[in-house]
T-cell receptor, first 115, second 109 residues
Framework: GAVVSQHPSWVICKSGTSVKIECRSL??????MFWYRQFPKQSLMLMAT?????????EQGVEKDKFLINHASLTLSTLTVTSAHPEDSSFYIC???????????FGQGTRLTVV | GQNIDQPTEMTATEGAIVQINCTYQ??????LFWYQQHAGEAPTFLSY??LDGLEEKGRFSSFLSRSKGYSYLLLKELQMKDSASYLC??????????WGAGTKLIIKP
């Protein structure tokens, strides 16, 4: 299957700082990327959907000014958590798909801890 | 509304067979996915069903009944490494995945 690389795998940051998470498709053109958040023992919650070259579409309840998503190329999308707070601590996962393909491929996930 | 239901936890014995059920209600339907997720890791794709019937892939099989809004994942010859959470996800009319909460499968020797 296609490979999606997410970086970093884990990060610890101080409250009030910003953290950037990268999601790269290594061997296909990711026209659509999805960003999820998963709290312990809970399901994946879709945060936003981004199409290359367009502004991301955020799910209800997700602050677009706090979770900045950039999808400027067909192989890279970034999620920046601005002014992070301890309640933002979570597992963030990206997935990417090409064109009208139904299957999306997941990155490895990023464990964010805000202290 | 949109809803995916699957059991929270199941326990099975190594070498045995286990069936994990999933019922779904989504706005439109473009297929049913099963993913495996080990603790602290991202989900791994297992299967995709869009037509009724059983799809077999090695030790894992997945079944779909669109009229009943029902799917199951069947795992045979269970191994200890199969201990994980199994996520059911339905793709709605907008091609978005609606996720179940996952079934934690515990394998005992």
């Amino acid at each position: 299957g296609a490979v999606v690389s997410q970086h970093p795998s884990w990060v610890i940051c101080k409250s009030g700082t910003s953290v950037k998470i990268e999601c790269r498709s290594l061997d296909f053109q990711a026209t659509t990327m999805f960003w999820y958040r998963q709290f312990p023992k809970q399901s994946l919650m879709l945060m936003a959907t981004s199409n290359e070259g367009s502004k991301a579409t955020y799910e209800q309840g997700v602050e677009k000014d706090k979770f900045l998503i950039n999808h400027a190329s067909l192989t890279l999308s970034t999620l920046t958590v601005t002014s992070a707070h301890p309640e933002d601590s979570s597992f963030y996962i990206c997935s990417a798909k090409q064109g009208a393909d139904t299957e999306a491929f997941f990155g490895q996930g990023t464990r964010l801890t805000v202290v | 509304g949109q809803n995916i239901d699957q059991p929270t936890e199941m326990t099975a014995t190594e070498g045995a067979i286990v069936q994990i059920n999933c019922t779904y209600q989504t706005s439109g339907f473009n297929g049913l996915f099963w993913y495996q997720q080990h603790a602290g890791e991202a989900p791994t794709f297992l299967s995709y069903n869009v037509l009724d019937g059983l799809e077999e892939k090695g030790r894992f099989s997945s079944f779909l009944s669109r009229s009943k809004g029902y799917s199951y994942l069947l795992l045979k010859e269970l191994q200890m490494k199969d201990s994980a959470s199994y996520l059911c996800a339905s793709m709605d009319s907008n091609y978005q995945l609606i996720w179940g909460a996952g079934t934690k499968l515990i394998i005992k020797p």
